[in-house]
């Protein structure tokens, strides 16, 4: 159950990513940092840098710069000591 979780708030903040950087581009409604944020805290931090890579979003923010690695970080030792 946990992993069918972890993949589909992934997948949502992968999307989350590339959604906000297309309205960057087109001058419209963003998605507020605080919701990024909140999605990566509850499991998507994997997505988030994913999309940070593909979509070169939020690449030059050091709060996401740094926060985001270690909250991939502690969503692997999570899910790990999970399953041990």
Known sequence: ???IYLVLI???????MH???EAAKAGKW??????LWLVAIIGGA???WA???QFRHKTK?????IGVPLLVLADFFIVA???I
Do not use: V
């Open 1 to 3: 159950m946990i992993y």
């Open 10 to 16: 992934n997948i949502i903040a992968f999307w989350l």
């Open 19 to 21: 959604h906000d950087k």
């Open 30 to 35: 963003r998605t507020p940092e605080r919701r």
């Open 46 to 48: 994997c997505g988030i």
């Open 51 to 53: 999309g940070m890579a």
């Open 61 to 65: 923010h050091p709060s996401f710069q």
């Open 81 to 83: 000591r999970y399953f």
